[in-house]
């Protein structure tokens, strides 16, 4: 039984041809896009760790530096009440503290601002109530100001909150 091209054709070519114009298109238009948004999902999970570990960096430093300042106002207290005289060096050392302390509240503020564009509003609640403890304390003298341990559990809390936001799916 001989066949002729046009069925060979048919039977052998035209659903080999149908099949490779299908997969061209799949692989010219449906993984690009699949790979473009896990590419774009793997950024945005970068950024989301990169300011975890920034805002982490800088309240540890934050807190740091608040406690030598806190330390070298209240020394200095001490010796100003007992009438002594302070060093040059004293000074300069606390105003360090204050310049360092500073630099790590504004870039602290900076990461909280930008965790309210890239975390879930459980993180934001979080953020915005130690920024209403904190807010309470701006008049208060040295020896009113919470402990380095309650600004440590601040950090830990807002950490942990973004930690599990960033295993939720």
Partial sequence: MERTFKEIFLSKWVPALITAIVGGIVVAIVIPKYQANYAEESALKKRKIELWESIGD???NY???????????????KLRSSNQIIPRRFLDRKESYRVERDKY????????LLADYYYDNQVEIIIKS???????????????????????KWRDRIMLGIRENLTKK
Wanted: proline share 2%.
């Fill in 130 to 152: 130690f920024q209403e403890w904190h807010g309470q304390y701006k008049d208060k003298t040295v020896e009113q100001l919470p402990s380095d341990e309650e600004y440590y």
């Fill in 58 to 60: 800088n309240f540890t």
């Fill in 63 to 77: 807190i740091t530096y608040r406690g030598r300042l806190n330390s070298a106002a209240l020394s200095e207290i």
């Fill in 105 to 112: 509240a504004t870039q602290l503020r900076r990461d909280f």
